[in-house]
T-cell receptor, first 114, second 109 residues
Framework: NAGVTQTPKFQVLKTGQSMTLQCAQD?????MSWYRQDPGMGLRLIHY???????DQGEVPNGYNVSRSTTEDFPLRLLSAAPSQTSVYFC?????????????FGPGTRLTVT | GIQVEQSPPDLILQEGANSTLRCNFS?????LQWFHQNPWGQLINLFY???GTKQNGRLSATTVATERYSLLYISSSQTTDSGVYFC???????????FGTGTRLKVLA
């Protein structure tokens, strides 16, 4: 199993550009989530999904969209990038549809917005 | 929403020393995990421990859910233990995981 994979590893955007961060898992986990980690800080939940077709907002959802058309994939879209979105983005998954069970994290995507 | 506090915020140890990291949370939880974020930024699962006690080598953890805290014990610390330790909880009745602010550990050779 590859576990949780994220692409790209690094990305530089200009203010106003849009992009999609990719996240995939091959463990048939129902629950998937996106976090951002700013320098010297803990992780904050952006959006999460309890199963295909079901998503909801976390602590810091503004400026981000998600969708979950398959169990395996959970892409995160930045609609119009801003310097405040410069951060490291982590995707995670766990087997329980309600967030039960152990979460496994991907390696992260380091995003810089200039 | 639930508040998660970790202490101490920073810790410096000599190699071989023992330490205890604490995670306090403000509401009842269904899930609790401890992670180690290494200097390269990778998040490593240490324990999934919504209640009770677990041990894995030099590390052990205890969660007392009724008193709303969890402890992570590191014995005979090594330089490779350096990094940031996070606890993350999922409050009862929610689907959201909330992370604590972390304990930054540096182990000196």
């Amino acid at each position: 199993n590859a576990g949780v994979t994220q692409t790209p590893k690094f990305q530089v955007l200009k203010t106003g550009q849009s992009m999609t961060l990719q996240c995939a898992q091959d463990m048939n986990h129902e629950y998937m989530s996106w976090y951002r980690q700013d320098p010297g800080m803990g992780l904050r939940l952006i959006h999460y999904s309890v199963g295909a077709g079901i998503t909801d907002q976390g602590e810091v959802p503004n400026g981000y969209n998600v969708s979950r058309s398959t169990t395996e994939d959970f892409p995160l879209r930045l609609l119009s990038a801003a310097p405040s979105q410069t951060s490291v983005y982590f995707c995670a998954s766990s087997y329980g549809g309600q967030g039960a069970g152990e979460q496994y994290f991907g390696p992260g995507t380091r995003l810089t917005v200039t | 929403g639930i508040q998660v506090e970790q202490s101490p915020p920073d810790l410096i140890l000599q190699e071989g020393a023992n330490s205890t990291l604490r995670c306090n949370f403000s509401d009842s939880v269904n899930n609790l995990q401890w992670f180690h974020q290494n200097p390269w930024g990778q998040l490593i699962n240490l324990f999934y421990i919504p209640s009770g006690t677990k041990q894995n080598g030099r590390l052990s953890a205890t969660t007392v859910a009724t008193e709303r805290y969890s402890l992570l014990y590191i014995s005979s610390s090594q330089t490779t233990d350096s990094g940031v330790y996070f606890c993350a909880v999922r409050a009862s009745g929610t689907y959201k995981y909330i992370f604590g602010t972390g304990t930054r550990l540096k182990v000196l050779a």
